[in-house]
């Protein structure tokens, strides 16, 4: 898969231990599907690429790797359809690990729609849970409180989501 780098669309102010800045970046899209991924506090490359970069060339997982890019292209062609997800988090939020048979990587993110997923971060999952691993969990928690904001918004009419677009978000800026 190769990343599109796209111009910033989104800018989010909130709060968790510190103070954080998140951007929306479009990573690839096709006629009928848009993948974002997030930068925090101003950085260069997305959570995705930090992901990307990390797990590349990694013998242990490349299988893994592989069936992950693989079923994001997938994805881009037939839609963020559920049955390529396996739900995580909180009943009320729309995080979700790319499934795949081994379950040893994950790659978590939010499954905004049939047509809109924002890629996170991930790793290699060594507990029961993601919760008992702070590194899967610190990846988890900024990818909830990320979408808490962005149905905020939404909620207040801030940004609209139609089709394969998050609309309206441009150069905004918001507090949480």
């Known amino acids: 898969m190769q990343v599109q780098?796209?111009?910033?669309?989104?800018?989010?102010?909130?709060?968790?231990?510190?103070?954080?800045?998140?951007?929306l970046k479009v990573v690839a899209q096709s006629d009928n599907v848009s993948l974002y991924s997030i930068c925090f506090d101003g950085?260069?490359?997305?959570?995705?690429?930090?992901?990307?970069?990390?797990?590349?060339?990694?013998?242990?997982?490349?299988?893994?790797?592989?069936?992950i890019l693989l079923a994001l292209e997938r994805i881009l062609g037939t839609g963020v359809l559920e049955r390529y997800f396996r739900t995580e988090g909180r009943m009320n939020d729309n995080l979700c690990?790319?499934?795949?048979?081994?379950?040893?990587?994950?790659?978590?993110?939010?499954?905004?729609s049939d047509q809109i997923l924002i890629a996170g971060n991930g790793g290699i999952k060594e507990t029961k849970t993601y919760q008992e691993s702070n590194e899967l969990s610190g990846y988890v928690m900024n990818l909830q409180q990320f979408d808490r904001i962005l149905k905020?918004?939404?909620?207040e009419g801030a940004i609209t989501i139609e089709e394969n677009i998050i609309k309206g978000i441009e150069g905004k800026v918001f507090e949480k």
């Open 97 to 112: 690990a790319l499934s795949i048979d081994s379950r040893k990587l994950r790659l978590y993110c939010l499954r905004i």
């Open 5 to 23: 780098k796209k111009c910033c669309i989104f800018a989010a102010n909130f709060r968790t231990d510190t103070m954080k800045t998140a951007e």
């Open 152 to 155: 905020q918004a939404q909620a």
């Open 43 to 67: 950085a260069q490359e997305t959570e995705f690429e930090k992901f990307i970069a990390r797990f590349k060339d990694n013998a242990t997982v490349n299988h893994d790797f592989r069936t």
